[in-house]
């Protein structure tokens, strides 16, 4: 084993013990690493000799990017942060901002420098920027100057963050561009162990409570080998677009690290997207690869088909359950088939997902190659197939928690759950039910709330719904409905008593929603991804 070029041992000391790690498997040919690696050398610096280095890397309205000029910027800024601020390999470094060119190349260059990224959402309050930084220790942090007010309200409660520099702040002296403008852009990547960590990935809160799990230069070079090689299969040729944060091991993977593994390149927008304005920035900068949530492709399915996709060949859908409702409006609506695909922070992303000329209709996919996937019940057998049960998998990756004892909760004698139900069927396909904890027992019969859902946003007057189980002393649990209207529709006792009958001629009677709540909307994280914990609080 190559030792760690790490010097600061304060993630690698925190690590979860030998008991409670998971088991990796690196069978594939393309999955035998080297002991030594540094993702950004890997997937930058040796972007010219596949013939990258003139190939647009990185795009926005302002400028573009070519693979040898963001190589530039990246050391450029790699030496600001060894040279002038004197950090050392394995010191944290938090990053604050949106998706953008400067966000990017900030995160390549902490990761090239040896140092540990600790991307945060942007919309991100004091209190909960405090919270990272407690448990992360920043010595620094890397913040678009538009979001600093909050940045420096957890700081002055956190010492542990020394400095702030502001970026996207090209003319202001001090900034990380006028920094940076100073230096020669040449820099050698710090020769870390490929065991060596490159981000804490902080989760994006659906329960309320944030983990961190650790990700190596590694996880981030198997995982390129497995789901973008077999599945996503995306060219040099490709302009990728989407909406998840950068901040969000979904868009970072998405949005920047695949794309360089194809020598592909990402547009990003300067402002936040709605459905419209990513249909129009899809038709303008000729994208072909789209990254979104299923609300967003629901909600998009309207414009893209009244204004054409015409350059668009790939949709990817991750972040939450794909109703099939909205991968058929889609389709209707573009003729693309939606590639979706389930994954996880704790394993940087996708490993249940299916090309889209191999869909299975309600199906998610089959497990990616490189993982192995099964449906166990709570002593960890295997089930029978079409049985609902537990999802545990076991790959090139695996969770490692910084320093959580729910760690024993992902990790069971080497294998991971991530706390989703499925059945799987006889051919190998993983059908998604709910997570495990959300699943509804209801008069004996274990009802899954994405299948009911399903089932309702194919009535014409629900735009957006989720489904949770209430507390109910005669059934045990009874399942309730939160609907969000299309504009026309008022929710009253008729439009209730028409749901229910709805969903009865739709699937299973006994899976109809007993209550039904309309509301304005419904609350999510900043990823997109559902809250159903808020919702069981209004039960």
Known sequence: ?????????????????????????????????????????????KAAGKGFADKPMLRSAARTLSYADAAREVNRIAQVLIEDLKLVPGNRV???????????LGWLAVVKAGLIAVATMPLLRAKE??????????????????????????????????AIIPFNQPQASGSLEDRASRKNGIFTACKTASDDVALLAFTSGTTGKPKAPVITHRDVLAMCEAWPRHILRATSDDIVVGSPPLAFTFGLGGLLV????????????????????????????GATICYTAPT???????????????????????????????????????????????????VFHIYISAPPGEVRRGAIGKAVPGFTARVVDHEGNEVPRGTVGKLAIIGPVGCRYLNDPRQMDYVKKGWNYPGDAFVEDDDGYFFYQSRADDMIVTAGYNVGGPEVEDALLKHPAVAECAVVGKPDDERG????????????????PALVKSLQEHVKATIAPYKYPREIAFVASLPRTETGKLQRFKLRQLT
């Open 1 to 45: 084993m190559t030792p760690s070029a790490q010097i600061d041992r304060f993630v690698h000391d925190r690590l979860p013990p030998a008991d409670q790690l998971p088991l990796f498997r690196y069978e594939l040919p393309e999955l035998q690493l080297p002991d030594q690696a540094n993702l950004v050398e890997e997937l930058l610096d």
């Open 94 to 104: 938090l990053l604050r901002g949106g998706n953008s060119m400067e966000m990017a």
């Open 129 to 162: 920027l405090g919270d990272i930084i407690e448990k992360a220790r920043p010595v620094l942090a890397l913040c678009d100057a538009r979001l600093m007010v909050e940045l420096e309200t957890a700081q002055s409660d956190h010492p542990v963050l020394e």
């Open 258 to 285: 695949f794309p360089m593994w194809a020598g592909a390149s990402v547009y990003f927008h300067d402002s936040p997207y709605t459905p419209e304005s990513m249909v129009k920035v899809i038709r303008e900068v």
């Open 296 to 346: 967003f492709y629901r909600q998009m399915a309207a414009f893209a088909k009244s204004m054409g996709v015409p350059t668009l060949r790939i949709s990817v859908s991750a972040g939450e359950a794909l109703p099939d409702a909205t991968r058929q409006l889609w389709k209707q609506a573009t003729g693309i088939e939606i590639l979706d695909g389930i994954g996880g922070t704790e």
């Open 477 to 492: 649990m009874l399942i309730k409905a939160f609907c969000v209207l299309k504009p026309g529709y008022t929710g009253d």
